[in-house]
């Protein structure tokens, strides 16, 4: 692990009321209690808005209420996965329904587009999204296997629609769970996907096979020359179901990772790196209680049983990271100068939480997740959230 990952000085966590302990509840067993928590959701409606009050334009500076008292932005969405950003208009995916949302700061939804090739069961759907310049990328499950795809945005900003489908990377592992499925732009331009074992435990640990990894990727799908696999999409390995990836202001890379029955985790994520799984659930222990690792493997920063985490979505701030928890109904706030350390927000408040990202004004926006299956919806649910650390 590099030395800026460990230590970073001069930081200051503000905020400290919000503490968000890494979420990353493991789905328990592969029954899932925890992640499996995608069940095939009822065919979403038209979402509807609820303004809270002192909603503000997203590129404006933060007028967002604190994290004791989030303010409604949306509700009325079903089985929402992922949150990315065009500007300063939000862009929100319905797993279930296919649906890409488009999100006024005011709370407005409307159907931007919807994805009709994705195929909702289990766990799988559509899921991820990201932005880069005026194109939107998408992950999502199609039928026997799970695939990236690309648009370009068409409109303005209350108006946007989407271009016609271009496949930029198919034929990838797909199950109706553990499909990992968050897509994000690293701060070398690449593109990273993460996908979880599809029930394939031990492909985790083949350098061959794409699933149980963390995937990078040129813009258009290409292997990048400076991957560490050689001619391989894979960046790192071992891994069960991660969910939520980032980057700080140093470059340093985070995932967080439903286990299985034991552990979930924070992990730091290196090129080439080896976090484990199957063979190993968490940190590993010597017998005389040392950690470390065992020279094979990576051991995580972090680790949480999973009913008080089920890691999704991740987002990383100035001075922390945030992880959205599943089964563990809490977001984790993880100090970036000490990542030893972490405080819980939230806990069963809000049910279910499955992303959380950072707004281009500062404040944050987390989506619930209590309509997937799993959670107990109350009559808004799914919702939209937005607050200032």
């Known amino acids: 692990m590099s030395a800026p990952a460990q230590h970073r000085t001069g930081r200051l966590l503000t905020g400290a009321a919000v503490s968000l302990a890494v979420v990353l509840s493991a789905c328990s067993s592969?029954?899932?209690?925890?992640?499996?928590?995608?069940?095939?959701?009822?065919?979403?409606?038209?979402?509807s808005a609820s303004r809270g009050s002192g909603s503000s334009d997203a590129g404006s500076e933060s007028s967002a209420p604190g994290a004791d008292s989030p303010e409604v932005v949306a509700t009325g969405l079903e089985s929402p996965w992922s949150i990315a950003f065009h500007g300063q208009t939000m862009l929100v995916s319905e797993r279930?329904?296919?649906?890409?949302?488009?999100?006024?700061?005011?709370?407005?939804?409307?159907?931007?587009?919807?994805?009709?090739?994705?195929?909702?069961?289990?766990?799988?759907?559509?899921?991820?999204?990201a932005v880069d310049d005026d194109q939107l990328y998408a992950f999502f499950a199609a039928g026997t296997e799970n695939r990236i795809v690309r648009f370009d945005l068409l409109g303005e900003a209350g108006d946007l629609s989407l271009g016609e489908e271009e496949t930029i990377l198919d034929g990838l592992p797909t199950a109706n769970f553990h499909n990992g499925g968050r897509l994000a732009f690293g701060p070398d331009g690449m593109l990273y996907a993460t996908l979880g074992d599809t029930g394939d435990r031990d492909s985790a640990q083949e350098e061959t096979a794409l699933s149980g990894k963390i995937l990078r990727m040129t813009p258009d799908g290409d292997i990048p020359a400076d991957n560490p696999f050689g001619d391989s999409l894979v960046f790192s390995m071992g891994h069960?179901?991660?969910?939520?990836?980032?980057?700080?202001?140093e470059g340093t890379m985070y995932a967080s990772e439903f286990g299985q029955d034991t552990w979930d985790e924070l992990n730091v994520i290196e090129a080439g790196g080896n976090y484990g799984w199957p063979e190993v659930e968490g940190i590993v222990e010597g017998d005389d209680g040392s950690t470390g690792g065992d020279g094979d493997f990576i051991d995580p920063v972090q680790q949480w049983s999973p009913d008080e985490a089920s890691p999704s979505g991740?987002?990383?701030?100035?001075?922390s990271i945030?992880?959205?928890?599943?089964?563990?109904?809490r977001l984790h706030q993880v100090p970036l100068d000490d990542l030893s350390a972490s405080n819980e927000l939230w806990t069963s408040e809000h049910g279910r939480l499955r992303d959380v990202v950072e707004a281009p004004d500062g404040s944050l926006l987390m989506l619930t997740n209590n309509t997937d299956g799993r959670g107990e919806p109350g009559p808004d649910d799914d919702r939209l959230l937005r607050f200032t650390p």
């Open 30 to 47: 592969d029954s899932d209690s925890g992640e499996a928590d995608d069940r095939g959701g009822e065919e979403s409606g038209t979402a």
């Open 240 to 249: 069960r179901n991660p969910q939520g990836i980032g980057w700080d202001d």
């Open 314 to 319: 991740l987002a990383v701030t100035d001075d």
């Open 96 to 129: 279930d329904s296919g649906r890409i949302l488009e999100v006024s700061a005011g709370g407005d939804a409307r159907e931007a587009g919807r994805i009709d090739d994705a195929s909702a069961s289990g766990e799988a759907g559509l899921h991820g999204l």
């Open 322 to 329: 945030l992880i959205a928890g599943l089964r563990g109904e």
